[in-house]
C-alpha cells in the first residue's frame, strides 16, 4: 500500500508543450482510452486488464496515468508495483502527437510517481525492433539489463532505471 499522490506531481514538466494535463484513468475512461490508444487490443481483454488496474490503482499499486492536450486524449502509461520490482508498461502517444516530447514527459511523471512511492528501480520491457521506444528510454537513463522472449515469438528487452 503506497501514499495518495499529491497534486502537484502531476504538473506536466517545463519543457512540455503547453496545454498538457495529464490525471489518473477513472473507470469511465474505459471506452475511449480503448478507441483512442489501445484499439489493437481485444476490447474483452483490455477490459480485464483495466479492470484490474483500477482495483491497484485503488489499493496503491499501481497508477494509470492519461495524458490530455487541451481536454482531448493523447497518451497514456502505467506504472505497476510487483512483489520483485516496479515497471512501466503499456506507454502510448497517439501518432499525430509523437516526437514532439509527449513519452518523455509521461515517463518523467511517472518516474517522480515511483519515487514518491519510495521505489528504488523501475523497469520497462520493450520489443527489440521498435528502435524508437528503445531509444527514447536509453536516453531518459534506463540500460539494457536483458532479453526475454515473448510469448507469440519474437524478443524483447528489458531495461532497467535506479531511480
Ligand atoms: C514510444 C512513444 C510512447 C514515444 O512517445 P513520443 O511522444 O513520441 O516521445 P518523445 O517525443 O518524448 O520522444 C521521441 C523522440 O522525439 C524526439 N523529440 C521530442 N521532442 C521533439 C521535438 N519537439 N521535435 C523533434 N523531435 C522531438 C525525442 O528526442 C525522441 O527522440 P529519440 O527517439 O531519438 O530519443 C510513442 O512513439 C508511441 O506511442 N509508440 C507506439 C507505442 C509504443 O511503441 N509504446 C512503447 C511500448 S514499450
Not at 503506497?2 to 497534486?7: A, E, G, S
Not at 475512461?29 to 491497484?56: G, I, N, S
Not at 490530455?68 to 520483485?84: A, D, K, T
Not at 536483458?146 to 535506479?162: F, Q, S
Request: glycine residues 8%; proline residues 7%.
Amino acid at each position: 500500500m503506497t501514499t495518495p499522490i499529491p497534486p502537484h506531481l502531476f504538473a506536466p514538466p517545463l519543457a512540455a508543450m503547453a496545454g498538457l494535463q495529464f490525471r489518473l484513468a477513472e473507470l469511465a475512461d474505459f471506452r475511449p482510452l480503448h478507441e483512442t490508444c489501445y484499439a489493437d487490443k481485444r476490447a474483452p481483454w483490455f477490459w480485464d486488464h483495466f479492470e484490474q488496474m483500477m482495483v491497484w490503482q485503488g489499493n496503491g499499486r499501481a497508477c494509470w496515468l492519461l495524458i490530455e492536450h487541451n481536454g482531448r486524449l493523447v497518451g497514456s502509461g502505467e506504472l505497476i508495483i510487483y512483489p520483485h520490482g516496479a515497471e512501466l508498461a503499456n506507454l502510448f502517444v497517439v501518432p499525430p502527437y509523437r516526437r514532439r516530447g509527449i513519452g518523455t514527459a509521461l515517463i518523467i511523471v511517472l518516474s517522480r510517481i515511483a519515487r514518491h512511492w519510495q521505489l528504488t528501480d523501475l523497469e520497462i520491457g520493450v520489443e527489440n525492433q521498435n528502435e524508437r521506444a528503445l531509444s527514447l528510454y536509453r536516453r531518459l537513463g534506463f540500460t539494457d539489463d536483458r532479453e526475454i522472449r515473448l510469448p507469440g515469438g519474437g524478443t524483447a528487452v528489458v531495461l532497467h532505471k535506479t531511480l
